[in-house]
C-alpha cells in the first residue's frame, strides 16, 4: 500500500542524494496538499523541479540498493540502512533484538576506525 510506496520513495531520495532537499517538500504534498504520489509516474513529475530526471528516478526506484533496504513484513528491524532482520529469520523476538544489538555494535566500531 501507500506505506510501502512511499518508504520506497524515501530509499529512492536518499540514494539519489535529495533527501534532505525534498524530504519537507513530499511531506507537505502527501499530507497537506493532499497529493498522494502513489505510482513512479506522479513521483518523478513532483520531482523534475529538484533536477531528478525520469530516467534517474526509474533507475534508482528499481534498483537492488533501494528495494534491499525497505522493510518487506513486521516485525522487522534495519540497523543502519544496512541489515535488514526479520522475525522468521531470527526466529525469536529475542534472537533478533540480539542479532540487531551485535550488527550496531559493529556499526559503531567500524565508524569509529
Avoid at 77 to 98: Q, S, W
Wanted: proline content about 3%.
Amino acid at each position: 500500500g501507500a506505506w510501502n510506496t512511499h518508504g520506497q520513495l524515501f530509499y529512492t531520495l536518499d540514494s539519489l542524494g535529495k533527501l534532505e532537499e525534498t524530504h519537507n517538500a513530499v511531506f507537505n504534498a502527501i499530507h497537506r496538499e493532499k497529493n498522494p504520489l502513489q505510482n513512479t509516474e506522479a513521483m518523478a513529475e513532483f520531482l523534475a523541479p529538484y533536477g531528478v530526471s525520469n530516467e534517474e528516478f526509474e533507475r534508482a526506484w528499481s534498483s537492488f540498493g533501494v528495494k534491499s533496504r525497505r522493510a518487506t513484513g513486521v516485525p522487522c528491524l534495519i540497523v543502519n540502512g544496512k541489515y535488514r532482520i526479520e522475525g522468521r529469520m531470527a526466529g525469536t523476538f529475542e534472537n533478533m533484538l540480539k542479532i540487531a544489538e551485535y550488527l550496531v555494535e559493529q556499526e559503531r566500531q567500524a565508524k569509529q576506525g
